[in-house]
């Protein structure tokens, strides 16, 4: 019982952060993650257009 306790304690000291920054890092993640897939989709795209025209040549 004594970790139980040790725990609560230093969740105690813990500054959590706010609404208006899980929000703001949220929207950051959401955005990032839109971002890398449309690039990683257009450079698999291009890719694959590549590897289509050598392989027909």
Known sequence: MNYIKEVAQEM???TWPSFKEVNKYTWTVIVSVILFGLYFGLVD???GKLINWLVSL
Do not use: W
Request: hydrophobic share 50%; glycine share 34%.
């Open 12 to 14: 105690g000291k813990v």
């Open 45 to 47: 795209f291009g890719f």
